[in-house]
């Protein structure tokens, strides 16, 4: 007579879960040891007259001058 197959399959399910369990560690001190980039300029971004985000910080010279040329007037 043949044994039953419950307790093969829950050693499968546990052996899986194990395997999951480690990777998923694993996965986590590699992510953990990876160097950070967490400077504030490289998290900056800034709006141009249009209103489209750009990286650089937009020229301030050329938002005074149209506003001194629009004063003169």
Do not use: T
Not at 8 to 14: G, P
Request: charged share 45%.
């Amino acid at each position: 007579m043949a044994r039953s197959q419950n307790s093969y399959i829950k050693k499968v399910k546990a052996e899986k879960k194990r395997k999951k369990k480690l990777a998923k560690f694993e996965k986590k001190l590699d992510k953990k040891n990876q160097p950070k980039s967490g400077d504030l300029e490289s998290m900056m971004a800034y709006l141009d007259e249009n209103g489209n985000i750009i990286k650089e910080l937009p020229d301030k010279e050329a938002g005074v001058e149209s506003k001194d040329s629009d004063e003169a007037k």
